[in-house]
């Protein structure tokens, strides 16, 4: 008895060990670019191509990081400038997204069509996200340049909100439909109309949904680099991922200031 | 369905899950839209109001306690919505915790509270701004029974003190007995009869209310009236009627197909013979403490009745049953409406 359990102990044990060196390779096989991209960006110039690589810089450099902010950058790319756009792009998307596919989401969960097709309605919002970007880019291209919408903010913030509202729209939806229909059918009885109930009540119950859903289209927005390379063309309006991208010049690759540019984006 | 509720009266609407009795609650306060009819609450019509236009309370089932919000801030959102000012507020809730008996928990989250300390502030939230008309949907059904025997009565309580016209939907007939000023039965999206309990109780309108009412159920035997013989032919047993009975069946009854309903403490049982009795046979009986349920068997008929605790009757045994014939029941055959 006392031998059989010490025996499913150690099967057990010798099953975590397995377990534990198996995620520490994915990991390691995850993490090693970053690494390798963090490091990169610590290297002066010369031991960049030296040919002897090693695992950590032999001189360490910040050299890549303060040129940008007193502007000497050798491809003349304003990091800060990427930066800004980005989240300026990000966070204004994100928050019309919320806004528009909280309400929907909510609908969605708590009415019937008089045609009793939810669930259709349902999937045609998700039907948005079923193409390509790369199929849709050029008609994108042309929507926005008959808008005059071309290497705008705006351009860019009109193609994530669109791209992002199904994602923000089904992932409320669930959230939504978790909180028990009751609590805002009490507040309505209580004196608030539905709009109010919705925002007093049901929207405080669902805020970790909320944050949930932002962080999740932050982050799409922010590592998009398609749309941005395509319907941005000056250095001014562009966003981190087609800007780090113009450090990669027809000459030469800027491996510094690249490493570095992209080591503050993530 | 047509219905009127009377200034301050309580009034339980009555009925098995999914006969309509919610969702007429739920139209009276405007969660729903009825798709013909009109509601009016005093002389006001409010068939297209919304909620907050109604000046009605609610207490659900789930009782919908906001769960980010404190017990206080539970009990005075009606008022905050109102923008009743804050002095006032904090007046009027210690008043209702008062009555209640919530004051030590009002700065508690709901999800810190038992069954019935969440009934208690979900009923505070409905009576504190002293609504025109309060609503109840199944309050009691989520908490233990010998908490649901003592809210009970303390509901009553409340209603005598505040006397606010109250609507009660249950599906348990012994609080509608207890509780109510009048009930409202309902059965398939009908309302089947409307009268105070004792009303229901003796004289059911149907067939349908007679069996549903009462505890144990009332005994329900179908039979055939010989018009001709004067009688009733119970398969079993055929009872000889006298005239005046035979005169009302006569004029009452739609064809010969017709219930005998006899409720089971209005069932005499003699274990020595009696003349005019009927034979049966005892099939089980189930001994409560203060009486005894005897189940019977007459030929294919199953007859319960209510008896002295100790009377000694064993399974099998031959007894004879009487009963008196003013505490019987008719019920036609096809439309089952209560004949006498």
């Known amino acids: 008895m006392e031998n059989a359990?010490?025996?499913m102990k150690a099967k057990r044990l010798r099953g975590e060990i397995i377990r534990y060196i198996t995620l520490f390779g994915i990991c390691l096989i995850v993490l090693f670019p970053i690494y390798w991209m963090i490091i990169t960006s610590f290297k002066p110039a010369g031991e960049l191509f030296a040919s002897d690589q090693t695992f950590f810089p032999q001189n360490f450099t910040l050299q890549y990081y303060i040129d940008p902010i007193d502007g000497v950058v050798s491809s003349g790319s304003p990091f800060i400038g990427f930066f800004l756009n980005s989240m300026i792009v990000a966070s204004v998307s994100m928050i019309i997204c919320l806004v528009i596919g909280s309400l929907a989401a909510y609908s969605l969960a708590r009415f019937e069509l008089r045609i009793n097709k939810n669930d259709r309605l349902s999937f045609a919002i998700l039907t948005a996200r079923m193409l390509p970007p790369i199929v849709v880019i050029?008609?994108?291209?042309l929507i926005m340049q008959s808008l005059g919408l071309l290497n705008t903010h705006w351009a860019m913030i009109i193609v994530y909100t669109g791209f992002n509202l199904p994602f923000v729209v089904w992932m409320m939806k669930a959230f939504f439909q978790e909180i028990p229909p009751d609590l805002e059918e009490s507040a309505m009885v209580d004196g608030d109309s539905r709009m109010k109930a919705f925002y007093k009540i049901v929207l405080p119950l669902a805020a970790p949904g909320l944050v949930a859903t932002s962080i999740f289209t932050l982050i799409l927005t922010w590592n998009e680099f398609l749309f941005a390379m395509f319907?941005?063309?000056s250095a001014d309006m562009m966003t981190l991922p087609p800007g780090i991208a113009t450090y990669?010049?027809?000459?030469?690759?800027?491996?510094?200031?690249?490493t570095a540019a992209a080591t503050l984006a993530v | 369905m047509n219905l009127t509720i009377?200034?301050?009266?309580?009034?339980?609407?009555l009925g098995p899950s999914g006969c309509g009795k919610s969702t007429a609650l739920r139209?009276?306060?405007?969660?729903?839209?009825?798709?013909?009819g009109e509601i009016y609450i005093g002389h006001q019509p409010v068939t297209d109001m919304d909620p907050k236009e109604r000046d009605i309370s609610m207490v659900f089932q789930s009782y919908a306690l906001y769960p980010h919000m404190s017990v206080y801030e539970n009990i005075t959102y009606p008022l905050k919505i109102r923008k009743t000012p804050k002095a006032e507020r904090k007046k009027k809730a210690d008043e209702i915790a008062d009555i209640l008996e919530i004051g030590d928990l009002l700065n508690r989250k709901p999800r810190a509270l038992s069954g019935g300390q969440r009934q208690r502030v979900a009923l505070g939230r409905s009576l504190i701004r002293q609504p025109n008309v309060f609503l109840m949907d199944e309050p009691l059904s989520n908490l233990d029974a010998k908490l649901r025997v003592h809210m009970r009565g303390e509901i009553k309580r409340l209603h005598s003190e505040l006397g606010i016209t109250s609507l009660y939907v249950t599906h348990d007939q012994t609080e509608a007995m207890t509780m109510a000023d009048r009930i409202a039965i309902m059965e398939g999206g009908h309302l089947q009869q409307l009268a105070q309990p004792n009303e229901i109780y003796h004289k059911p309108a149907n067939k349908y209310i007679g069996g549903f009412i009462g505890s144990p159920a009332m005994n329900m035997v179908s039979g055939y009236w010989k018009t001709k013989e004067g009688k009733i032919d119970l398969d079993a047993f055929v009872w000889d009627i006298d005239r005046e009975w035979q005169e009302i069946l006569e004029k009452q009854l739609s064809g010969e197909n017709m219930y005998l309903g006899i409720r089971p403490e209005d069932v005499e049982v003699s274990a020595s013979p009696i003349s005019e009795g009927i034979e049966a046979e005892v099939y089980v009986v189930e001994p409560l403490g203060k009486e005894m349920i005897a189940i019977m068997k007459v030929g294919d008929h199953t007859i319960t009745a209510i008896v002295e605790p100790d009377m000694p009757l064993d399974m099998n045994q031959k007894v004879w049953l009487t009963f008196n014939s003013n505490k019987v029941h008719v019920f036609d055959g096809s439309t089952e409406k209560k004949v006498v």
């Open chain 2, 6 to 13: 009377k200034d301050g009266e309580f009034l339980v609407l």
């Open chain 1, 5 to 7: 359990k010490t025996g």
């Open chain 1, 248 to 258: 990669i010049t027809q000459y030469e690759t800027n491996w510094g200031e690249l």
């Open chain 2, 27 to 36: 139209m009276l306060a405007g969660l729903e839209d009825p798709s013909s």
């Open chain 1, 231 to 233: 319907l941005l063309n």
């Open chain 1, 138 to 141: 050029v008609p994108m291209y």
